[in-house]
T-cell receptor, first 115, second 114 residues
Framework: EPEVTQTPSHQVTQMGQEVILRCVPI?????FYWYRQILGQKVEFLVS????????KSEIFDDQFSVERPDGSNFTLKIRSTKLEDSAMYFC?????????????FGPGTRLTVL | AQSVTQLGSHVSVSEGALVLLRCNYS??????LFWYVQYPNQGLQLLLK??????LVKGINGFEAEFKKSETSFHLTKPSAHMSDAAEYFC????????????FGTGTQLKVEL
């Protein structure tokens, strides 16, 4: 069964450093998303991406964040200058052509630790 | 803006007992509702979803949920709990025109005891 994959599974970085989290969505999906879950808190939407542009973003997704689909298979989240409060589990998700009613399939997550 | 509220951050049931996890939503437009499950150190897996049509939806692993507009609820049930059901369960909502974003509840940790 197709699945969303994410690398790395765990990333440790120093405050102020740039990180890139990578995701390979399901191959025929058209919508891509990033969510995060701070330890002990609920899953929060960051951004959705369709047709090579951001379709929706949350207040969390400020200028420090960017997303890119550099080729036909990868979807990346970049945090330009990490802060302690960026420590969280980051989930990538993808969905098909059905839009908002389509199931979003989640990857296993990348745990980001900012020291 | 839409939101969901999950009552009870922790629920404990005996193996074989009924599982009932509560979710209430708030939305000014017709909502589309989802239940996801998260096992330790894993991502989120869809259990079931309500978009349109039949209000009683059946999902994987014997779970089902009923959309009740009058009560703004979408509670998750399973007639008989199994040890393997122990996990965290998240209710989520989305609406049209929202960039497909899912808004999650705070989650309910289900514990199944012998």
């Amino acid at each position: 069964e197709p699945e969303v994959t994410q690398t790395p599974s765990h990333q440790v970085t120093q405050m102020g450093q740039e990180v890139i989290l990578r995701c390979v969505p399901i191959s025929n999906h058209l919508y891509f998303y990033w969510y995060r879950q701070i330890l002990g808190q609920k899953v929060e939407f960051l951004v959705s991406f369709y047709n090579n542009e951001i379709s929706e973003k949350s207040e969390i997704f400020d200028d420090q964040f960017s997303v890119e689909r550099p080729d036909g298979s990868n979807f990346t989240l970049k945090i330009r200058s990490t802060k302690l409060e960026d420590s969280a589990m980051y989930f990538c998700a993808s969905s098909g052509a059905g839009g908002f009613t389509d199931t979003q399939y989640f990857g296993p997550g990348t745990r980001l630790t900012v020291l | 803006a839409q939101s969901v509220t999950q009552l009870g951050s922790h629920v404990s049931v005996s193996e074989g007992a009924l599982v009932l996890l509560r979710c209430n939503y708030s939305s000014s437009v017709p909502p589309y509702l989802f239940w996801y499950v998260q096992y330790p150190n894993q991502g989120l897996q869809l259990l079931l979803k309500y978009t349109t049509g039949a209000t009683l939806v059946k999902g994987i692993n014997g779970f089902e949920a009923e959309f009740k507009k009058s009560e703004t609820s979408f509670h998750l049930t399973k007639p008989s709990a199994h040890m393997s059901d122990a996990a965290e369960y998240f209710c989520a909502v989305t609406v049209t025109g929202g960039g497909n974003k899912l808004t999650f509840g705070t989650g309910t940790q289900l514990k199944v005891e012998l």
